[in-house]
């Protein structure tokens, strides 16, 4: 564990932490709408619902994963400047 937090230490470290969360999160949203689309048992409004707000959410992690992304561009550009 201290060595995860002497790597997650600078901000770049933190800011492509984040990154790779917002991936795994976005990568997880596409895999339950996938599931959902393809689950021919459950009720169909439910499933239809239950789609759109996982679009919804979705959407949310992948404007989050580009935001940290345009930070990480900045951190990068601004640590070879120094």
Same mark, same amino acid.
């Given at each position: 564990m201290p060595q995860l937090l002497t790597?997650?230490?600078t901000p770049c470290s933190r800011l492509?932490?984040?990154?790779q969360?917002?991936?795994a999160l976005v990568r997880a949203c596409r895999n339950a709408?996938?599931? $959902?689309?393809l689950d021919e048992e459950?009720?169909?409004e439910v499933r239809r619902l239950a789609i759109s707000l996982m679009k919804e959410i979705l959407e949310d992690w992948r404007q989050a994963q580009a935001s940290v992304r345009r930070? $990480?561009?900045?951190s990068r550009s601004s640590?070879?400047?120094r």
């Open positions: 790597t997650l230490s492509h932490a984040q990154y969360v917002c991936g709408i996938a599931d $959902l689309a459950g009720d169909p930070e $990480l561009r900045g640590f070879t400047a």
